[in-house]
């Protein structure tokens, strides 16, 4: 069975620029996370979408960042415009509707230069 | 929120040593997982634990509900073992929302 796939694995941006993040989650999973893992540190919810539904974006800074899950299978983690603080690891996990497990994508590590 | 304190925050082992991990949390949890970050930073769910003891290989995990704390045993530990090691925890208010902990770092040498 394929893991949680995430893409790019590593992205290099000047300060101000857009940058996209993609997901694809385990098959048949319907929970997706997206999460932020600053250097040294645990990961932090980001958004947690239910199939098609962000149900959890408390966590999203949204006056620049972005998410979407059209058809309830693979995501988009945008940011825009992207500031210095942003630099850190960016991970996707899912997980299945019976079950509480969490499994996670190798992440995107993003360089805000 | 909930706290999530872990202990110690690095440890160096001779390969053959076996090590304890701990986990405090704040308030009553449903979810509590231990994960395994490798140096190429992959997160490995290792168990699932609200409560109870649990076994896997020379990995073993035990959590007191009721004391608010978890324990992660490692025995006769390989270079392999080496990386950062979070506890994770889910208020049953939170929704599915984990909490993570901010690690024990593990160096095992030869």
């Known amino acids: 069975e394929a893991g949680v796939v995430q893409s790019p694995r590593y992205k290099i941006i000047e300060k101000k620029q857009p940058v996209a993040f993609w997901c694809n989650p385990i098959?048949?999973?319907?929970?997706l996370y997206w999460y932020l893992q600053n250097l040294g540190q645990g990961p932090e919810l980001l958004i947690r979408?239910?199939?098609?539904?962000?149900?959890?974006d408390s966590q999203l800074p949204k006056d620049r960042f972005s998410a979407e899950r059209l058809k309830g299978v693979d995501s988009t983690l945008k940011i825009q415009p992207a500031e210095l603080g942003d630099s850190a690891v960016y991970l996707c996990?899912?997980?299945?509707?019976?079950?509480?497990?969490?499994?996670f994508g190798p992440g995107t590590r993003l360089t805000v230069l | 929120g909930i706290q999530v304190e872990q202990s110690p925050p690095d440890l160096i082992l001779q390969e053959g040593a076996n090590s304890t991990l701990r986990c405090n949390f704040s308030?009553?949890?449903?979810?509590l997982q231990w994960f395994h970050q490798n140096p190429w930073g992959q997160l490995i769910n290792l168990f699932y634990?609200?409560?109870g003891t649990k076994q896997n290989g020379r990995l073993s995990a035990t959590t007191v509900a009721t004391e608010r704390y978890s324990l992660l045993y490692i025995s006769s530990s390989q270079t392999t073992d080496s990386g950062v090691y979070f506890c994770?925890?889910?208020?049953?208010?939170?929704?599915?929302?984990?909490?993570f902990g901010e690690g024990t770092q593990l160096t095992v040498n030869p």
């Open positions: 979408y239910e199939n098609e539904e962000a149900v959890d």
């Open positions: 308030d009553s949890v449903n979810n």
């Open positions: 098959s048949g999973h319907n929970t």
């Open positions: 634990i609200p409560s």
């Open positions: 994770a925890v889910e208020q049953e208010t939170s929704g599915s929302r984990l909490t």
């Open positions: 996990a899912s997980s299945h509707r019976d079950s509480d497990t969490q499994y």
